[in-house]
């Protein structure tokens, strides 16, 4: 089992850089990059496609995709312990929006308070999911990169995508090999299960 040291506050100081970490969920066995989506670059979303599936996500509380009348995915599955998701979108102006540059800019505007509906396609390239509590045990990952986010100070709006294997690249990567992969990138890792026990205000943070 993967050791990790109390790392939440060096995750915060890393996502204030402006810089990716690694969100482990030692009982799903999975783990996701995760970068503030208000500073998501060209070259850090280019970082997140080369280890993921590719399948990148903006995590939110609900008030957000509210304001820019983004609605929830007509198939819902909503568990009733974490998030919903909502219909994909792409920033205005992006060209076909799949592109390293035109998802950080994607990101960047779901994070800009400023943004109005009008300033999305729908469908698009990134997927927005709805942080609906983090009030109780487990913590998924959505919920809390998006605590990690604003505890960063930036707006409570993630950027992630699911780590993919690099032993088994048809499968996600588990916890240990998660761990390993950020080692081997100097990356700081921290475990979502971490966030429950370091006090209220990481687990608070995802509420309205």
Known sequence: MIDL????????????????VV???PEADLAALVLAAGTA????VALLVRHT???????MPPQVP???RIPVSPAR????W???FGISVDAVGTGTGISAAARAETFRRLADPAAAPGDFTRPGHVITVRVLTADVPPVTLPAAAVALVRAAGGEPVAAYGHLVGERDPTGLAGAREAGEFARREGLTAVSAA??????PSLAAAVRP
């Open 5 to 20: 040291a109390p790392q939440a506050g060096a995750a915060v100081l890393a996502l204030g850089r402006s810089e990716p």
């Open 23 to 25: 969100l482990i969920d």
């Open 41 to 44: 670059e060209s070259s850090t």
């Open 53 to 59: 599936s590719g399948f990148l996500c903006a995590a």
């Open 66 to 68: 509210d304001r820019l």
């Open 77 to 80: 599955d909503l568990r009733p």
């Open 82 to 84: 974490d998030v919903e």
């Open 194 to 199: 971490e966030l429950v026990g370091r006090g």
